[in-house]
């Protein structure tokens, strides 16, 4: 096959993915109401090193200055699902599995552990909508394919923001108390 041939097909497979999000043949997932931005936290909980638990929460988020690096993150993974799901329920579980991949890539990350139970928790802020691509079911995979774009920053959940701020008060206090006996 001659190298012209060869380039102009890996050109068409280079492009098709790209034509999907630019496209955005599925449609975006619509804000409702207006909000665009919400806090996301993914929590998997575990007991004697078996998950047991997973939580996906996201709550409406307002323009919060501590939200300023935001970045586009790409997102190409699948999805286990039945061939005869309902479109809206494929790009359902498709944009929470994205959302759960970039958490756990991105996101802060804390862990807590009490006995043998351990939570492991991922956090960030995202803009929606989230550009979500699905190719036709795979049946090899069992499932569909899906790319997704998302404009993601990592940002500790509302419900931390006075721990940490009481955290990092006595963080400075303790230091200029060690800074008296230098």
């Given amino acids: 096959m001659p190298f012209f041939y060869k380039n102009k097909i890996l050109f068409f497979i280079l492009l098709i993915p790209l034509l999907y999000l630019t496209l955005d043949i599925h449609g975006p997932a619509q804000a409702s109401e207006g909000i665009d931005r919400y806090y996301v936290r993914y929590d998997i909980k575990s007991d004697k090193n078996k998950i047991t638990d997973e939580r996906l929460t996201m709550v409406p988020a307002n323009k919060d200055f501590r939200a300023e690096n935001f970045s586009f993150s790409l997102v190409s993974s699948a999805i286990s699902a039945d061939y005869r799901e309902s479109k809206q ?16 890539q991105k996101g802060l990350q804390s862990v807590k552990t009490h006995n043998n139970e351990t939570i492991i928790s991922y956090e960030g802020m995202a803009i929606t909508p989230v550009f979500l691509s699905v190719l036709p079911y795979d049946d090899a995979l069992g499932g569909y394919r899906y790319t997704a774009r998302i404009q993601f920053a990592p940002l500790a959940f509302p419900d931390q923001w006075e721990s940490l701020k009481l955290k990092h008060r006595m963080k400075a206090i303790l230091y200029d108390f060690f800074l008296l006996f230098k």
């Fill in 89 to 104: 329920t494929i790009d359902t579980l498709a944009r929470e599995s994205a959302l759960k991949h970039v958490l756990e």
